[in-house]
């Protein structure tokens, strides 16, 4: 299973940006789909996760501004990113996971490479 993150860039606050992570592999709708983040100088968090029915959770920081969605006919999964802030500023990665429910790092088992969203103020 590959992943492969893109859609980050530089928008100013207020902004909105939408991240697609395509994965490889035909067993996509079986994994729970997540995102994390790392800003500089701190620890990897997480940020949102969609099961493979399409349940939903997210971090108390993005909780009405990012949006979490799937595509399993694209093997894609969305991360819709509004009324951007500056402290969203961070490497984006997304992950899965063969469970859903388990909100952290250790729980996920395939990592794709991040891209990198700048909020600039």
């Known amino acids: 299973v590959q992943l492969q993150a893109s859609g980050g860039g530089l928008v100013q606050a207020g902004g909105s940006l939408r991240l697609s992570c395509v994965v490889s592999g035909r067993t996509f709708r079986h994994y729970a789909m997540n995102w994390f983040r790392q800003a500089p100088g701190k620890e990897r968090e997480f940020v949102a996760a969609?099961?493979?029915?399409?349940?939903?959770h997210y971090a108390d920081s993005v909780k009405g501004r990012f949006t979490i969605s799937r595509d399993n006919a694209k093997n894609t999964v969305y991360l819709q990113m509004n009324s951007l802030k500056p402290e969203d500023t961070a490497v984006y990665y997304c992950?899965?996971?063969?469970?859903?429910?388990?909100?952290?790092?250790?729980?996920?088992?395939?990592w794709g490479k991040g891209t990198l969203v700048t909020v600039s103020s």
């Open positions: 992950a899965a996971a063969a469970a859903y429910g388990r909100f952290d790092s250790y729980g996920m088992d395939h």
């Open positions: 969609i099961s493979w029915s399409s349940s939903t």
